[in-house]
């Protein structure tokens, strides 16, 4: 397809490349986009909000052209999803491969070697050299509430423990575990019962506790009113995502593992966001070697086709009965195309590598702002998972408000950019791992001047 000159033909091929640069032919939201919104608005739930007003044609390796032929920079990969690129070719010829062949069978009925195949990778790939098991399903959420059953099924045990500034998800027993309310929870309950809520490690807002006495503290409130004896799983994001890409003291995460082990409860890592590669090693529970019992993963996993695991102990994931898991579209062959040319395209373009120069360059450039802004309270994440926390000068309160308008100024000269955390005063950056230097400083450039802009 060709897009008001936006595409140059390699080859004699019909496929096309993006020219890889910020191109605004239009005022952002340009006409087709203003027109497909009205339709939005008119045909799908008011629930289902939108971060940018402009809609998609075409994206890949950190560009994302609009329908009105605009190019903006993309630090989001939907959400930390793309992050092998958008439309990386050997995840397109994969899924091209695969959909012609056949689309779905179902695996719980006529089984294909393509689940099989993603299932050997996770097992190998994840922390722990141990006899491993996987499962496939389609949604992270999916896959956290699938790790609940199998570490119950385990342990027989009711109870399952989550942190503060968690988030696992939108289901009703995932909703229970995320920790914030609006616009997540608010609404929607009542939840799913025998859950609860430890304090975590959050070095900017506890004032630098110590992994270790982080750790003390959440194990003293958990053996106090839940008792280990009726938790069945520690449920933990290594680095928390949407609670504002929180990176926890050294020492916090090895200690709640150990505690797991001694205590016969089921580790279990939410890998979702910040899995293959994001953080600058495969899974981010290496940093510290913690070898989670389970580990849970999608996003990344396939190149952005919907796919998630539950990867973990052999003991404890053969222990749920046959026919106890599964799902009608659960590793879809589509997707585990995807997902083995996706860890493919990690390996052989050595994205874990690229991820840690784009932290070095994301981290240089937030420094450098930092050093001459105090509204930029805190920058931290690892690898291609990069956050400021944005405060009011003079301390460190929450200034949702900037967030809010560095973002939208940043969307309206073409940079994808995402806020989050618990007070809204986090500005994320995701790039795909396959972006180019040249484009993250192009799109720092603007953050620079959004920055500026709104002093
Ligand atoms: C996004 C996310 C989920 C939920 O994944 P979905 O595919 O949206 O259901 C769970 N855990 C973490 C850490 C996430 O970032």
Redesign the pocket.
């Known amino acids: 397809m060709q897009l008001n000159g936006c595409w140059t033909s390699i080859g004699h091929t019909t496929e096309t490349s993006l020219v890889n640069k910020r191109l605004l032919v239009t005022e952002l939201p340009g006409p087709r986009s203003r027109a497909l919104m009205e339709r939005k608005t008119s045909a799908v739930a008011d629930g289902v909000g939108t971060t940018m007003p402009v809609f998609a044609a075409r994206a890949g390796d950190g560009i994302l052209v609009d329908v009105d032929g605009n190019q903006l920079i993309d630090l989001g990969s939907g959400?930390a999803v793309t992050s092998v690129g958008a439309s990386a070719p050997r995840v397109v010829a994969a899924v091209t491969e695969q959909v012609a062949a056949f689309t779905h069978t179902c695996f719980m009925v006529t089984p294909y070697d393509g689940y099989v195949a993603v299932a050997e990778k996770l097992n190998a790939l994840t922390p722990g050299d141990h006899e491993k098991r996987t499962a496939l399903f389609n949604?992270?959420?999916?896959a956290?509430e699938n790790a609940v059953k199998i570490a119950r099924a385990y342990t027989r045990r009711d109870a399952v423990v989550v942190f503060d500034h968690a988030?696992?998800?939108?289901t009703n027993l995932?909703l229970a575990m995320t920790a914030k309310n609006k616009p997540y929870k608010h609404t929607f309950g009542p939840f799913a019962p025998e859950v609860y809520r430890a304090p975590g490690s959050y070095p900017y807002r506890d004032g630098n506790l110590d992994g270790a006495a982080a750790a003390a503290r959440a194990i003293d409130q958990i053996e106090k009113q839940i008792g280990a004896d009726n938790l069945a799983a520690l449920v933990i994001?290594p680095i928390q995502?949407?609670g504002g890409f929180i990176e926890p003291a050294p020492g916090f995460l090895p200690a709640l593992a150990a505690w797991c082990r001694a205590s016969g409860v089921v580790f279990v890592a939410?890998e979702?966001?910040t899995g293959f590669a994001r953080t600058g090693d495969l899974f981010a529970s290496e940093r510290e070697n913690v070898v989670p019992d389970l580990i849970v993963t999608?996003?990344g996993i396939a190149g952005g086709l919907p796919l998630?695991a539950v990867t973990g102990r052999a003991e404890i994931m053969n222990a749920a009965h046959e026919g106890g898991l599964g799902g009608t579209y659960g590793g879809n062959p589509l997707a585990c195309a995807a997902a083995l040319a996706a860890i493919e395209t990690i390996e052989e373009e050595g994205l874990v590598a690229r991820a840690a120069k784009i932290e070095t360059l994301i981290k240089e450039r937030l420094s450098r702002l930092a050093a001459q802004d105090v509204r930029l309270g805190d920058v931290r994440g690892r690898g291609a998972m990069i956050a400021v926390e944005l405060v009011r000068p003079g301390g460190n309160e929450p200034d949702p408000r900037l967030a809010r308008d560095v973002a939208r100024f940043a969307h309206q000269h073409g940079v994808i950019v995402l806020t989050c955390g618990t007070y809204g005063n986090v500005l994320r950056f995701l790039p795909p791992l396959t972006i180019s230097d040249e484009l993250l400083n192009d799109a720092f450039d603007v953050l620079a001047e959004a920055l500026e802009a709104h002093r």
């Not at 949604?139 to 999916?142: D, I, K, L, P, V």
């Not at 988030?167 to 939108?170: F, I, K, N, P, T």
């Open positions: 959400i949604s992270g959420a999916e956290v988030y696992h998800g939108r995932t994001e995502g949407e939410d979702v966001q999608a996003k998630s």
